[in-house]
């Protein structure tokens, strides 16, 4: 039993740390562009290609791309006109990566790239996949002779509001939490549920053990009395 969940808990956390290797990061500057790779079947249509953040509902999009046509009313408001597929002639090849243009910071958090390939039209085999993508904007260096409490270029304080007054939102709300802190908790659990399991086995041998010893004396102590009752 407790090889059976050490092997279980190496498998799960092999698979957990290799999906969170295929999590890319990306660092940009405010105003840059920032370009998000995705790959679909190179030998497939792409029928469907969705790109989300973490912290938008199910019904905004940064991208909605189907049947070689992109649906800009689908997007969320703050991604419209800034965009873009990287190459639309090499969306048949399997380049589905999209540039999101004039980065701030709070276009950093999680991306998500969903993909819907055909093969054989629309009635054929169809295939799904995922990527994502972690995107942080770099923080500008302060302009000199302010301190980190005192006013930014429009006048306003680090905890005040943002360009557009809303109070906006930090690559540190949007950040992911570390896959490293993921998969030391999830270590640790595996190793409890081994020690746990160890620990069931020795007390379960323990006790068989001493009923063993115990059943062994009462019947020495039996047959013991029954040779003095022969003796008399």
Not at 58 to 67: A, G, I, N, Q, W
Not at 120 to 136: A, M, P
Not at 152 to 173: I, L, R, V
Request: overall charge negative; hydrophobic content about 35%; glycine content about 10%.
């Amino acid at each position: 039993m407790a090889l059976i969940v050490f092997l279980f808990s190496v498998f799960f956390i092999s698979g957990l740390f290799a999906a969170f290797q295929e999590q890319q990061e990306v660092t940009v500057e405010p105003g840059q562009e920032a370009t998000l790779q995705c790959r679909a079947p190179p030998d497939a249509a792409v029928l469907l290609l969705e790109w989300n953040r973490a912290d938008l509902s199910s019904e905004d999009y940064v991208f909605f791309y189907r049947e070689d046509r992109l649906y800009p009313t689908y997007q969320h408001p703050s991604f419209r006109g800034r965009v873009r597929l990287r190459d639309p002639s090499s969306v048949g090849a399997g380049d589905v990566s999209v540039v999101l243009q004039n980065v701030s910071s709070r276009d950093a958090g999680t991306y998500t790239c969903r993909v819907t390939a055909g093969r054989g039209g629309s009635g054929g085999e169809h295939t799904e996949s995922e990527h994502r993508i972690s995107l942080t904007v770099a923080t500008a260096d302060p302009p000199e002779g302010t301190t980190d409490e005192g006013t930014t270029d429009e006048g306003t304080t680090d905890e005040g509001t943002t360009d557009e007054g809303d109070g906006g939102t930090g690559a540190a709300e949007d950040a992911p939490i570390s896959p490293i802190i993921i998969i030391i908790v999830v270590s640790v659990i595996a190793l409890l549920s081994l020690v746990a399991s160890l620990g069931f086995a020795v007390a379960y041998r323990h006790s068989k053990a001493v009923s063993k010893r115990s059943s062994e004396k009462a019947r020495a102590e039996k047959e013991a009395g029954r040779q003095m009752m022969e003796r008399i």
